[in-house]
């Protein structure tokens, strides 16, 4: 299998990382982007272009046995050099160049295994912060056999199932070398497109404590696990996944998610399947495989098949589970991203306002501290339960106009939304007036190119802005001559001084109208349109040099909320 573009860029990314520096490169990839080939990869060209030894370590049974497949079938010719070491497996290979372990067999066993020249740990986002973790002992004594061998981490996310950053400089993973983001992938049609619902239901997570980062399990259960709760969110996953085929529900405890599977499995009077933690092996591998293979439409899980699960038929995830990890988020989310030929996209159904407290999956906005407080990023539509950006006033998905806000001018603008970013409303303001000020980024250079600020009032307290670059080279001076054209027969300004001047003496037209662009994740919107009035006769010369000082010193406006 030839490796697609994005993965070759990552796997030449490790390479000259660690050719450049001394320390730990981690490499970011969303879930079902195909972290294996670039494992498979990295593993053939050290053993058969470098005579080197490699240790893959995981963390699930599931994990282990998908890479070390995926390595037979992605490598033929180290087909006898890849082994296994697993407690759980009943496997214990220890003499080949390449060995798939799972943690939790070998962290005391180092010297058992022999050395090895590369250490790869897949979904890296599990390693601990601090401490004598299994993952450190391992690797401490892996580097008294060897004090050359260099650790790499891949991960779909680059912050840990709880809070916090992966990479930093006294962890055990050190710099992001490679990146490429959920959105891209979907573009390029290597991901399957997410929608999103959120539930009628709502449910209350703020007398919620909070513990090392999660809310406090048996508190969690206890909120969710409720029969009005339960009953109404049967009735909703049985009303939205009609059309699907298979529907992977996480549940916030074990007698939760029995609870769920008991409540849908009467009310659909179809089979509903549980793995859960003390579910028996053969159990499991039996659920599991009804699943993949579309026996199973239902599946309920606690905590089970959150990484390493590999069912690309997945079609809707749905979320009755609170998460103040954004990377437990994303990992549920993350179970509906591979494409399959029976699936167009997969549809998010969110029963414990994860989405609203996250962000978009492809833009997670990290909680700055452990309670989580502040407000929520994103809104859902009262009428069809879309997940949006908190700034559109009208719904992208079904058109409901939301009433007006009551907002201070400058207050800034919560700006992630939907499941995904990017996704995009046009609205048309009618404009109550037109305000002009000399604008002047905050802490910039003396001589450094100002702009004039437009600001269009589109109700009470209610503005768009647009910067006016007069005093820009290039094509950004020709589109600040190309919008006086339009709304002038004055003579064109010089600088920003002159502009805002001339402005405030009639100059310009009425502007009645503007059209605006606003696409989730992304922190400004656009004004893309606008329905003007008749330009206004101009006779007058511009403004004498007195005036126009005294207005840059009147119409100032300085801060760093512009766009460029």
């Given amino acids: 299998m030839k490796p697609r573009q994005y993965q070759t860029e990552a796997v030449n990314a490790v390479y000259s990382h660690l050719q450049t520096r001394d320390d730990n490169p981690c490499v970011v990839l969303p879930t079902g982007s195909g972290k294996t080939i670039v494992i498979s990869t990295i593993c053939k060209d050290a053993v058969l272009k470098w005579g080197g030894r490699v240790l893959i370590l995981a963390h699930v049974k599931e994990l282990l046995e998908q890479s070390a497949d995926k390595l037979h079938a992605l490598t033929p010719k180290l087909f006898l050099n890849v082994g296994l070491y697993s407690a759980g497996l009943r496997r214990r290979d220890t003499e080949q160049a ?25 979904e890296s986002h599990l390693l601990p912060p601090d401490g ?13 056999i060897n004090p050359n061998v260099r650790l790499i981490g891949l ?54 404590h909070v513990r090392g980062g999660e ?7 206890e909120l969710m696990d409720t029969d009005e ?18 529907v992977l529900i996480f549940s916030s405890g074990v007698a939760h998610g029995r609870h769920i599977a008991q409540v849908l499995a009467k009310k659909s009077g179809e089979e509903v399947g549980t793995v859960f933690g003390d579910t028996l092996a053969f159990e499991r591998d039996a659920t599991l495989e009804d699943f993949k293979t579309g026996k199973l439409k239902n599946l309920v899980n606690v905590n089970v098949l959150t990484t390493g699960f590999d069912a690309p038929n997945i079609d809707c995830v749905v979320m009755v589970r609170p998460t103040m990890s954004a990377g437990l988020y994303y990992q549920m989310v993350g179970r509906g991203f591979r494409l ?28 700055t501290n452990e309670q989580g407080n502040g407000e929520a990023p994103a809104k859902e539509c009262p ?12 719904c992208p998905d079904c058109g409901y106009e939301f009433p007006e806000p009551e907002k201070k001018k400058h207050d800034a603008k919560a700006t992630d939304a939907h499941v995904l970013s990017g996704k995009i409303a046009t609205t048309e303001y009618d404009v109550m007036g037109v305000d002009y000020f000399v604008h002047y980024k905050r802490d910039a250079p003396e001589d450094a190119p100002r702009t004039m600020r437009v600001e269009y009032r589109t109700g009470l307290w209610q503005h768009q802005s647009e910067w006016v670059c007069f005093e820009h080279d290039g094509y950004t001076r020709e589109k600040a001559e190309s919008w006086w054209r339009k709304r002038s027969n004055a003579p064109m300004p010089e600088n920003v001084d002159e502009a805002v001047a001339m402005a405030q003496k009639g100059a310009l037209c009425k502007t009645k109208s503007i059209k605006v662009r606003s696409v989730s994740g992304e922190q400004y ?9 008749e330009k206004p006769d101009w006779h007058t010369p511009y403004v004498d040099e007195e005036e126009a000082h005294e207005a840059f010193f009147t119409n100032q406006f300085y801060d760093d909320e512009v766009p460029f």
């Fill in 383 to 394: 009428e069809c339960q879309s997940v949006i950006a908190l700034g559109y006033t009208v």
């Fill in 132 to 144: 004598e973790g299994m993952y450190r002992s391992f690797l401490k004594d892996a580097r008294t």
């Fill in 525 to 533: 919107d656009s004004i893309i349109g606008y329905r003007l009035g």
């Fill in 229 to 246: 709760l339960v009953t109404a969110a049967c009735k909703e996953i049985i009303e939205h996944t009609k059309d699907r085929k298979s």
């Fill in 215 to 221: 809310f406090i399990p048996k508190e969690t259960e």
């Fill in 155 to 208: 991960t779909a996310t680059p912050y840990r199932m709880k809070t916090g950053e992966l990479c930093g400089p006294d962890n055990l993973l050190n710099h992001v070398c490679y990146e490429i983001g959920v959105k891209e992938l979907i573009v390029q049609g290597y991901l399957c497109p997410l929608i999103s619902k959120a539930s009628k239901a709502k449910v209350d997570t703020s007398n919620l």
């Fill in 340 to 367: 399959h030929e029976d699936k167009t996209d997969c549809l998010v159904l969110d029963f414990a306002g994860n989405i609203l407290r996250h962000g978009p999956v492809d833009a997670i906005k990290l909680q």
């Fill in 98 to 122: 390449i060995i798939v372990a799972g943690i939790q067999s070998v962290y005391k066993k180092a010297c058992d295994l022999g050395p090895f020249d590369l250490i790869i740990v897949d």
